[in-house]
C-alpha cells in the first residue's frame, strides 16, 4: 500500500493506517530530530510530537511535497523548537556514538589506534561547527536524505545546502590539519 | 548523496558525521505515538479543545467585563440640566450619575464610571445617608415677552466712490514691438 492510500485511509480516521505510516518514516524522522538535538531522549520526544502533529494536521497535507518530505519539515521545526526551548542544550548534549565505532576491523592495531584518533577528532570537529553548518553536515550525510529533503528541512535552497555542506567539510578539514590530519596520513 | 569522499580525512568526516545520527529509532517511539494518537484522535479532538479553550476564554472574559461593570446605572428623570442641590457631602471624583432618590436611599459603592464623551456632562452627584436629604426647589424665572426698547442707530454717511481709469491691455508679441 503506498502512502497515498494510507494517508486517504488515515484521514478517515483509519489509526492502524497511520501507525503503517509511522513505522515507514520514524526511523528518518528520528534522525533528523537526533541531527538538530544530539540528545537521544529530547530527539525521541520531539520525533513523537513531530508525529503526533503529523497526524492531527493531516487534513493540511496538501500533497504539495512528498508525505516523508512534509512529515520531516515538521519533525525539524519540532526539534528546532525545542532546541531554542533547551538553553543549554550544548552543555547537556552527551555523546551519541561511539565515534570509535567509525575504525574499521581490517586495520592493524597502529592504524586502528590513529583511525580512532581520527574519527574522535573529526566528531569534535563537528561539534564545533555553527549549528547552520553542523546541521547542513548531519542531515546530508547521515544518508537518509537526499538533498531536496534536506532543503526542505531547513527551508533555504538546495544550492545554500550544497554550499553548507561543503563549507563544513571545509572547516572541519582545516581543524583536523591543524591537529596534524592530512589526506594521505 | 552526491558527497564526495577524496581521502581518508574526507572519509574520517563522513563516518563521524554519519556514526552521530546513526541510530535506530526507540521501539517506544512508535508506541508512545500509537497512544498518543489514540488519546487524540485527529482534528476531531483538535477542534473540540480549541473550542473548549475559546469557550473558557469567552466565559472569563465576560465575568471580567461584567464585574468591571457593575450594575447598570439607574435612570434618572431629567433635571432639565439643573444642577439638585442636595444638603450633603460632595460626590467621588469620577461621579457622573446625577443623584436620584432611589440613589439616594440605597447608595452605591463609589465607582469610576467611563462616560461618552459626546454626551452633556451633568454636575456630580452628592450623596448623603438618608436621615439628611434636604433639597431645594428650583425656582424657574420666566420668560419675558415685553418689548425691548432699542435706540436707533444712526446711519453711516454716504461715501462717494470715483471710478477708476483703467487702461486697456494691449496684446502683442515681442515680434510686433520690434517691428514697431
Redesign the interface.
Known sequence: MTDDELIRLARAGDVGAFDQLVVRHQAAVFRATLAALRDRAEAEEAAQDALVRAWQRLGSFRGDATFRTWLLSIAWNRAMSRRRSLMAWFSRRAPLADADGVAEDRHGPLEMLRHRDLARHATVAIEALSPKLRDALLLAQSGDYGYNEVAAMLKVPVGTVKWRVSEARRQVRQRLAALGFVDGD | ???ER?????A???????????????P???L???A???V????GL?AATWLGAASAALVVVVAAVLWMSGPSPVSTPDTGGMPVTTAATPAPVGAGAVATPEAVRAPTPARVVRRDSSVTQRPAARTVPPSTIEVTPVAIVPLSTEAVAVEPVPAPEAIEITPIAVAPLSIGVAGDALEE
Open positions: 548523496m552526491a558527497i577524496t581521502g581518508g580525512v574526507d574520517a568526516i563522513d563516518g563521524a558525521a554519519r556514526a552521530m545520527t546513526a541510530a535506530a529509532p526507540p517506544s517511539l512508535r508512545a505515538v500509537s498518543r494518537v489514540a487524540a484522535p485527529g482534528l483538535t
